[in-house]
């Protein structure tokens, strides 16, 4: 997705990733600076650093590249579902349980589990249609975590 920008006299001197986040309310600005490293972002066609300090008359070209699909393969498995709606799952992770797949764990992951049971209900992160779980829990701790879905 491209979208096109133009700075207006008074929005001057603020830096672009914030310029960016306030016209882009569901794109955090963590991905915006990564969308300018990936330089993503150009102003008057040239790509920018994201400390660079828009100016009156500045064309920015913001290319939001589409969603990818990850390869996590979904699993069907006994979750410990403490609640359960359209928005939201609360789930009791047991200790020994890994969150995400990552090296040494692709398979037997809560987010492999959460993918069976919930489908294409899932919510996604910065342009990866995966499950966006943010946790501090490690695979040696249990406790409650709760999942947005769509």
């Known amino acids: 997705m491209n979208q096109e920008y133009f700075v207006e006299a008074g929005e001057s001197a603020i830096r672009i990733d914030r310029y960016l986040s306030e016209r ?5 600005r963590s991905y ?3 969308l300018l490293k990936d330089e ?3 102003v008057d066609g040239k790509p920018v650093k994201s400390n660079y300090k828009v100016s009156a008359g500045d064309k920015i070209q ?4 589409d969603a990818v699909e990850p390869e996590i393969e979904a699993e069907e498995m006994d979750l410990d579902i403490l609640y359960e709606d359209k928005d ?3 789930i009791n992770k047991p ?3 890994v969150v995400h797949p990552a090296a040494g764990h692709f398979s037997g992951t809560l987010v492999n589990a959460l ?3 919930c489908r294409d209900d899932l919510s ?3 342009g990866v249609m995966r499950p966006g779980i943010v946790h501090r829990i490690d695979m040696d701790t249990t406790g409650v975590l709760i999942v947005c879905k769509k």
């Open 24 to 28: 882009n309310q569901d794109i955090s």
């Open 88 to 90: 939201i799952i609360l």
């Open 40 to 42: 993503k972002v150009l």
């Open 115 to 117: 993918m069976a049971h």
């Open 124 to 126: 996604g992160i910065n």
């Open 62 to 65: 913001l290319t939001i590249p």
């Open 32 to 34: 915006l600076q990564k």
């Open 95 to 97: 200790k020994g349980m």
